[in-house]
Every structure is written in structure tokens, then in C-alpha cells.
């Protein structure tokens, strides 16, 4: 059976190699390599020094940006076969991918971008949305190793699964942020969130943000760190970036750029991105609950 390895074994990467463990020979490397060892205990993975992922046939990594992508691929170039595929779960970003795809061939190494959605619920699931960008044959050829998904969307060329991610969390950012604007208005009013929530949730203004994150990490006031803020504003960069490119218009998503900016501020990178919401509160004078 073909070896596989991981690299990044983070919030997502941990429960994803996981799911790739349990199924198929797999390497597992990580900057802090206390990790890579608690990993090859729980799942029964191999921990080895980054050298050695390059004797998989597929190598994944899931990495916070494109830059410790191209930071790895580096320090693995001596190493690297022809005939190995590369699939980057990272959210990373579309020109930079290009630039290292086209970098990787160099080696005979095919990359496909395949950032994931789905949340670290979904990754220890393993019921995550992947969308990947690459050519069509060595899409087919990787598909039967994504043991941590439960759809796989082919959107384009290399680059466009990280365009469509950055837009998908865009849009995530949007929803949080304007659903947290109108609950602090009503919960002044004297509506409270869960009431507000009830008719939102059967009507047309529901998005994930009204449907999971509100009630199950504002309300609660459980605040738990799934996904760094830093990260979604990391990604709002990256989605500014193909609407400029494009020369699309982006009235809306530019100015959310802004106030997640704002809230990184306030907030520091660390915090979860729903914590966002703190800084409405805090302006607000009420929390929502
Ligand atoms: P984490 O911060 O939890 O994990 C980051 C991983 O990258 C860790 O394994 C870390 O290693 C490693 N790393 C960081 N810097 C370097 C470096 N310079 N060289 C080598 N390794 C490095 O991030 P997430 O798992 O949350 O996110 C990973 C990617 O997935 C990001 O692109 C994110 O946007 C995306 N994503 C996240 C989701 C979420 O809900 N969290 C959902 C969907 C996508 P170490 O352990 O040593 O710090």
C-alpha cells in the first residue's frame, strides 16, 4: 500500500492525519516534534524527522500560511522524488501556490492546493469539504487518501481551491459579524439572543454564524479556540486579494477586512475568531445571551 505522510499536525492536522492513519501507512512530522510522538500513540503513525516524509507517495501538509509551505518544500528539496504528489490543505494563498507548484514540477512533484472547511469539529469527524485545484488526473489519483473528508469538489486549476476557501471565509466573517451587530441591538432592546436566535434560525437570516457558532460559543459564553482570529483575517488578506485581482467589486467584504483587522487589534492574533463578536459587546455596552 502506498505510504502517505503529514505535515502540521495543528488544530485541523492532528484529527486529519489521524483519519489518514487509521487507514493507510503514514508518516507524521511537526515543527514541535512532541506532537508528531503524541500523534504515532494515539493513531498509530509513524513520527520521523522531516527528511523522511519525502518517502511517501502523497505528502500533506496543512500549514498556517503559504510561507511555511514553501518553507518546508525548501528544506525538503534534496529529498524530494519525482512521481510524489502534494496535497496542501493549507488556506493558503492562490499566486503563491502557483509560483510553488510551478517550483515543485522542477522535482516532478505534482502540487494540488485542497484547503478544507468544516471546522476542527468536522476534522475529528472526518467529515470536512475539501476543494482543490490542480489538474483533473492527479486530483483522481489523491482522492482515494482523503480519508478526512466527506466531499471533494474539483473547482479548477491550481490556486482556485484557495480562492474559493479565502471567499467561503469571507463570507463566514460577513455572517458572524453582522448577525453579532443586529443581536447586540435587539438584546439592548430587551429580546434576548436565544428568543432572537429561535426566529433567525427558522427564517431567512440563518447562517452557520446564527445556526452553531452564536448559540453554541457566544451565548454559552464558552468562547472555545478552534480557529485563530488571526488565521480569518489571514484569510480576508487572501480574499481581498483575488477580488482586487480581479478588479471585482468588494465594497462589503473590504470593510469587514477592516473590522476583523480591528478586532485582531484588540484582540490579539491568538484569540478564536468568534471572540470578534467580544469587541461588539465591549462597544455595545451587552453581551448577547
Ligand atoms: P494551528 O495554529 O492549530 O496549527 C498550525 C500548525 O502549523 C502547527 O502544526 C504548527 O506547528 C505548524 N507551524 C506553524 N509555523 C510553522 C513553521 N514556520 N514551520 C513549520 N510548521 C509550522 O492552525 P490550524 O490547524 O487551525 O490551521 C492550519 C491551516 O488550516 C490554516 O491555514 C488555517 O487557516 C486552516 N483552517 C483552519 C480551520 C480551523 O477551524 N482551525 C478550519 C479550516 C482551515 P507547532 O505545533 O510547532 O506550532
New binding site residues.
Partial sequence: MEKLAFL??????YPMAGHLAKRFPTLVW???FA?ALKHQEEFGSKAVPLERVAEAQVIFT????TK?VG??AEALWPHLRPGTYWVD????EPEGSRKLAERLLEKGVVYLDA???G??IGAEKGTLTVMMGGPQEAVERVKPYLAYAAKVVHVGPVGAGHAVKAINNALLAVNLWAAGEGLVALVRQGVSAEKALEVINASSGRSNATENLIPQRVVTRAFPK???LG?LV??LGIAMGVLDGEKAPSPLLRLTREVYEMAKRELGSEADHVEALKLLERWGGTEIH
Fill in positions: 502540521g499536525l495543528g488544530a485541523m492536522g511537526n515543527r514541535t506532537k496543512c500549514l498556517p500560511t511555511e518553507e518546508v490543505a493549507t488556506s493558503g484547503p478544507v472547511s471546522g476542527t478552534t480557529f485563530a488565521l489571514k484569510d
